[in-house]
């Protein structure tokens, strides 16, 4: 019963900032990397941020600078900042988890919308 569920999209005006959520099964969380990824309309999923075990990070170009990603470990929460959006942000947003053993584990998306 694995499960990921994102929170926290909606509706935000350039330059602005929003913090998803995203709540993990514990055991799946204590041994994956976390991750966001988005997908827009006619557009593949990318990668948008990930954290490994131990607290590394890794961003898209695209949003470096302007997005942070956590994780509460205490929790088994983690988390997407994202600052200063743009209306290329506008996407479904994703999170995952990844384990080679285990491959890959999917949310269901929460939406995000910059509108002007």
């Known amino acids: 019963q694995v499960q990921l569920v994102e929170s926290g999209g909606g509706l935000v005006q350039p330059g602005g900032s929003l913090r998803l959520s995203c709540a993990a099964s514990?055991?799946?969380?204590?041994?994956?990397?976390m991750g966001w990824y988005r997908q827009a309309p006619g557009k593949q999923r990318e990668l948008v941020a990930t954290?490994?075990?131990?607290?590394?990070?890794n961003y898209a170009d695209s949003v470096k600078g302007r997005f942070t990603v956590s994780r509460d470990n205490g929790k088994n929460t983690v988390y997407l900042q994202m600052s200063n959006l743009k209306p290329e942000d506008t996407a479904v947003y994703y999170c995952?988890?990844?384990?080679?053993?285990?491959?890959?584990?999917w949310g269901q998306g929460t939406q995000v919308t910059v509108s002007s």
């Open positions: 995952n988890s990844y384990r080679p053993s285990w491959g890959d584990y």
């Open positions: 514990g055991t799946l969380f204590r041994l994956s990397r």
């Open positions: 954290v490994t075990t131990g607290g590394s990070t």
